[in-house]
């Protein structure tokens, strides 16, 4: 029996002293990469002796067990390396809650693979779970074994983040270079934690004050809205209702949004909740992960305080993001969904046109009968946008973009013809991801206007002057300008 155990203890001891320096250099291949921290190599190896345990604790094989670690730690890294070269951030722990939504809505996130990183993926994938089923051990011990690397590997984590060295680690939100200093494993862990030491702020009992100066409110937020006469450097490009809109606005400028090519979550939660970047802390990542306990301080909610009603329109899963239960949460008191828009036919349109979600609202803007506030999230625009039998890849863009200023023109003019008190805000929520034309690392802002309507129909015209707004900046300037 000791010679068993003896054997046994040996041969994992070999097979994960195999893994885990195979596992560091699979993490030195991670995009940032340098020589890692000292603390960083200790809190990845105990991650990847986790992994390791809980699969030896179900198939009771180890070397199964390493190749399924270091299968993951490899993906990880490829994915890492896939998502910071088209939207120019590595992997973040908040990414990992997104697993689900990946089978529910592919399109949204394998079209940032490469085909040979895809096949990769999908081959590992089953070839683990083969191998898995095919080495399976009916012996307990194997098993055991595996139990106890698993508890252990536990505990020491806990015990290292509570001890000075790893106290000190990743205090202040800054994904790349806390990926090149510690690791990606220790960051997704690190950031995690802080995260999960973040608080809820105090419940906001503030209303947006009345009465009102106006009696609607719309406001878009419109899929990778950008000007293109900036993203391609050619002036001919320019949208003809965006300069317009520009001209006409009570307030335009440029919104400098926290992401690029995606995360239309994270400029969609600033603009309704009006919390920034530097109160989110760790929170930042994917803000609606927590905001249903930050749901007091929504536009919606405070609206909702002073006699307003407030819809949301989305023509997409309304459980993308949970906001099937966080925007009720916010004081939106209807959610006009899919099930409000017909389909698009196969062979037509990818998703719900832009067109379509401006009949929405102006239905429901001339059907009120107190003070609305409608804010409606488009997806016509949505990448990828493969290039023309040309091979030119900004045509698709340049073709749905102009779905939006068009959306935009419509609102104007119809919110007009209503002759009453209104506002109406159009933004972009990032700008496109195109390989080659529209890459990470430069400007990320994008356009915004906010248009008033007086009693008559008639703008109301600014200063002129644009002004550089975050999302939660752009919040705070549409409540007052509700009562200003």
């Known amino acids: 029996m000791k010679d068993t155990i003896g054997r046994t203890s040996l041969s994992l001891g070999l097979t994960f002293g195999l893994l885990l320096t195979t596992s560091l250099l699979a993490d030195a291949l991670v995009r940032e990469g340098r020589l890692r921290s000292v603390a960083g190599m200790w809190l990845h190896i105990w991650i990847v002796l986790a992994v390791a345990g809980l699969v030896q604790t179900l198939c009771g094989n180890a070397m199964v067990s390493s190749l399924v670690a270091l299968g993951l730690v490899a993906m990880l890294a490829l994915v890492s390396n896939a998502k910071n070269a088209m939207l120019g951030e590595p992997l973040v722990f908040s990414d990992l809650a997104l697993v689900a939504a990946v089978f529910r809505h592919p399109q949204f996130y394998l079209s940032a693979l490469q085909t040979w990183q895809l096949?990769?993926?999908?081959?590992?994938?089953?070839?683990?779970?083969?191998?898995?089923?095919?080495?399976?051990?009916?012996?307990?011990?194997?098993?055991?074994?595996?139990?106890?690397?698993?508890?252990?590997?536990?505990?020491?984590?806990?015990?290292?983040?509570?001890?000075?060295?790893?106290?000190?680690?990743?205090?202040?939100?800054?994904?790349?270079?806390?990926?090149?200093?510690?690791?990606l494993l220790a960051s997704l862990l690190l950031y995690w934690w802080r995260w999960r030491a973040s608080e809820d702020p105090a419940p906001c009992?503030?209303?947006?004050?009345?009465?009102?100066?106006?009696?609607?409110?719309?406001?878009?937020?419109?899929?990778?809205?950008?000007?293109?006469?900036?993203?391609?450097?050619?002036?001919?490009?320019?949208?003809?209702?965006?300069?317009?809109?520009?001209?006409?606005?009570?307030?335009?400028?440029?919104?400098?949004?926290?992401?690029?090519?995606?995360?239309?979550?994270?400029?969609?939660?600033?603009?309704?909740?009006?919390?920034?970047?530097?109160?989110?802390?760790?929170?930042?990542?994917?803000?609606?992960?927590?905001?249903?306990?930050?749901?007091?301080?929504?536009?919606?909610?405070?609206?909702?305080?002073?006699?307003?009603?407030?819809?949301?329109?989305?023509?997409?899963?309304?459980?993308?993001?949970?906001?099937?239960?966080?925007?009720?949460?916010a004081g939106f008191a209807e959610m006009v969904g899919p099930d409000a828009f017909c389909m698009p036919a196969k062979g037509e349109h990818r998703y719900v046109p832009d067109a379509a979600i401006a009949g929405v609202i102006m239905e429901r803007a001339r059907s009120a009968a107190g003070p609305i506030f409608i804010h409606a999230v488009t997806i016509e625009n949505h990448g990828p946008w493969p290039a023309d039998s040309n091979g030119h890849r900004f045509t698709a863009y340049l073709r749905l973009v102009a779905k939006g200023d068009a959306m935009l023109a419509r609102l104007t003019s119809e919110i007009a013809a209503l002759r009453r008190p209104a506002i109406l805000l159009f933004y972009g929520d990032h700008r496109p991801s195109i390989s080659g034309l529209v890459d990470p690392g430069g400007d990320r802002d994008t356009p915004y206007v906010l248009l008033r309507f007086g009693a008559d129909g008639a703008l109301i015209r600014g200063s002129g002057q644009p002004r550089d707004l975050s999302p939660a900046q752009l919040h705070h300037l549409l409540a007052d300008t509700i009562t200003a």
């Open 119 to 183: 096949a990769a993926l999908v081959a590992g994938a089953a070839g683990l779970l083969a191998l898995l089923a095919w080495q399976f051990v009916a012996a307990i011990l194997p098993h055991l074994s595996g139990l106890a690397v698993l508890v252990t590997a536990l505990l020491t984590i806990r015990i290292s983040l509570m001890l000075p060295s790893w106290r000190g680690l990743a205090l202040v939100p800054d994904a790349r270079a806390d990926l090149a200093r510690h690791g």
């Open 205 to 329: 009992a503030f209303s947006v004050l009345a009465p009102a100066t106006a009696e609607l409110v719309v406001v878009v937020q419109c899929e990778s809205f950008a000007d293109p006469s900036e993203l391609f450097g050619d002036p001919a490009l320019a949208l003809p209702c965006l300069a317009m809109a520009r001209g006409d606005a009570w307030v335009h400028g440029r919104l400098l949004v926290p992401g690029f090519g995606a995360y239309t979550n994270r400029t969609e939660y600033g603009v309704i909740f009006g919390r920034d970047e530097d109160v989110l802390g760790f929170r930042r990542y994917d803000p609606f992960l927590t905001a249903l306990g930050e749901a007091s301080h929504a536009l919606p909610a405070r609206l909702a305080r002073a006699g307003w009603r407030s819809l949301f329109v989305h023509p997409h899963d309304l459980g993308f993001y949970s906001r099937d239960t966080i925007m009720p949460a």
